[in-house]
């Protein structure tokens, strides 16, 4: 086929509509969750429990909000977060012991600030089925899953979006660990829960490490305990003693991240704002 003339030009002015428009959208979807500069969070495990609490409060108090989680398909509960909030709310795949799809979303998030990073996803003790958690059950093949989720996978998440924490004006990283990680609080109480306990207490030295590698940076790393917290999968057991509801474990949690200064940085502190020791 031969292209006259005027098949170039219309051709071209096709190509330089197409692109304009493409520019446009991009520049739409930077914009959206951009100009206003508002702080921006980024939350893993954030399709349920507290860190689905977390979402909804930073959202709430006008935040912009990554929502990470790890299903393939988006999680109801985030899509419906993101309708309430169409311009703070934006839903990512991102599963903390994947290194690839970390490095995936680091990319496509690269040059925007990041203030907070909330390291929120764990896998968490069941309390119904102990065994697999007590000494002479231990179920074995679980040990290495825990420790990449709960310290490796921090770890690697922190590591990612460095540069979009360092462009940020808060600069924290922040990671929930438990009570049953502090010695000096008896691991919570002794007994059981090793996977749980050994994944914490990994996790609680990595940020430690961190915390002392970002601090010349102005990068305050942080531990932080929720508290003993009714979540989802908790609901329909009896209430534990001491036991809070996920509003009053997040609410303290954003009061005592809010606050958090460089002078803090390798500290644990409770929801509550109480110091744990380590
Ligand atoms: N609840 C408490 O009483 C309590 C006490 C002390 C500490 N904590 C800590 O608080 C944090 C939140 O606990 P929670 O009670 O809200 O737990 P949860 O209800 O069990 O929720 C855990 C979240 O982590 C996600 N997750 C698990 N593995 C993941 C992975 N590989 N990549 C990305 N996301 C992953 C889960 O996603 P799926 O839905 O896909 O499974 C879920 O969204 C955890 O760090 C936990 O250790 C909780």
């Known amino acids: 086929m031969i292209l006259t003339h005027s098949d170039f030009r219309t051709t071209s002015l096709l190509s330089a509509i197409r692109f304009c428009s493409v520019v446009v959208l991009a520049m739409t979807s930077v914009s959206t969750f951009n100009t206003a500069r508002a702080e921006t969070v980024l939350i893993t495990g954030s399709n349920r429990g507290i860190g689905l609490e977390f979402a909804k409060q930073y959202a709430g108090r006008g ?14 509960t985030l899509t419906a977060l993101a309708e309430t909030y169409p311009d703070q709310v934006r839903v990512e795949q991102m599963d903390v012991s994947d290194q690839e799809q ?17 390291n929120n996803a764990a896998l968490t ?40 924490v360092k462009a940020s004006k808060q600069k924290k990283i922040v990671s929930i660990t438990s009570l049953l990680s502090s010695f000096g609080r008896n691991l919570g109480r002794p007994g059981k829960f090793y996977w749980d306990k050994a994944s914490k207490v990994a996790l609680n030295a990595v940020m430690f490490n961190l915390a002392h590698d970002l601090r010349n940076d102005g ?27 996920m509003s009053v474990s997040v609410d303290g949690l954003l009061a005592v991240i809010g606050q958090l200064t460089i002078e803090q940085t390798g500290s644990f502190t409770r929801y509550n704002g109480e110091p744990v020791p380590f």
């Open 63 to 76: 935040w912009i909000v990554i929502a990470t989680h790890r299903r393939n398909t988006p999680p109801e």
């Open 102 to 118: 970390i490095l995936a979303l680091a990319e496509q998030l690269k040059g925007m600030p990041i203030d907070v990073i909330l």
């Open 125 to 164: 003790s069941s309390f119904e089925d102990t065994t697999k958690h007590t000494f002479g059950t231990l179920d074995h093949s679980q040990f290495s899953r825990w420790m990449a989720v709960n310290a490796h996978g921090p770890l690697m998440v922190s590591e990612a979006f460095i540069e979009n």
């Open 219 to 245: 990068v305050i790393v942080a531990l932080v305990s929720p508290g003993i917290v009714r979540v989802e999968k908790t609901m329909h057991l009896p209430r534990m003693p001491r036991q809070i509801d």
